[in-house]
């Protein structure tokens, strides 16, 4: 059961390659906003991004090498 639920509250493998890409992008400008794929983005939806790669990486997916380095 409890590998069914580590799974389920898993993030996709895309959202874990966005949140990546995002937040290594940020931090390229010193975390100010950016524009991703027409989306706004800022330090509001930086945290949630973080938290996507955080469950991530507890549930055992592996990781983008740009994301290692943002954990």
């Known amino acids: 059961q409890i590998r ?18 995002i937040l290594s992008q ?3 400008v010193q975390w100010g906003p950016i524009r991703h794929k027409d989306t706004l983005h800022d330090r509001a939806s930086y945290r949630y991004y973080w938290t996507i790669l955080q469950r ?3 549930s055992g997916m592996t990781l983008p090498d740009a994301a290692e380095a943002l954990i």
């Open 4 to 21: 069914t639920i580590v799974q389920a509250f898993s993030p996709k493998l895309d959202e874990v390659n966005d949140a990546a890409a």
């Open 26 to 28: 940020a931090q390229a």
């Open 56 to 58: 991530a990486k507890l």
